[in-house]
């Protein structure tokens, strides 16, 4: 599976982004549907994620009440609503497939998903 992410750019402090991500060649359908995230120097961390059955979702706390993960099935796509953005947001986002429909407490495990997509730079200035 290839991951399309995009949506990216430079935004000013509390401005917004919606990050979208899409398959090539493939439909999604009972699997996981993951984001997260690596700023400079750090390691990637989880931001979201969301079951494309049903809809679950789950937040890492730093984004919580911020970010708005969502699916859209006629459109085959899933978005990342970023609002409120600070500097330290920035990063480069990854969207990321787990094609094993894992449990919801693995969902922020990195190593649950299979398929990651190239990533999209999100930059907030200060």
């Known amino acids: 599976v290839q991951l399309q992410a995009s949506g990216g750019g430079l935004v000013q402090t509390g401005g917004s982004l919606r990050l979208s991500c899409a398959p090539s060649?493939?439909?999604?359908?009972?699997?996981?549907l993951g984001w997260f995230r690596r700023a400079p120097g750090k390691d990637r961390e989880f931001v979201a994620a969301?079951?494309?059955?049903?809809?679950?979702?789950r937040y890492a706390d730093s984004v919580k009440g911020r970010f708005t993960i969502s699916k859209d099935n006629a459109a085959n796509t899933v978005y990342l609503q970023m609002t409120t953005l600070k500097p330290e947001d920035t990063a480069v986002y990854y969207c990321?497939?787990?094609?094993?429909?894992?449990?919801?407490?693995?969902?922020?495990?990195?190593?649950?998903?299979?398929?990651w997509g190239q990533g999209t730079q999100v930059t907030v200035s200060s």
């Open positions: 990321a497939v787990d094609a094993q429909n894992s449990i919801w407490s693995s969902w922020s495990t990195e190593d649950k998903y299979d398929y």
């Open positions: 060649g493939r439909t999604f359908s009972g699997q996981v």
């Open positions: 969301i079951r494309w059955s049903g809809g679950s979702t």
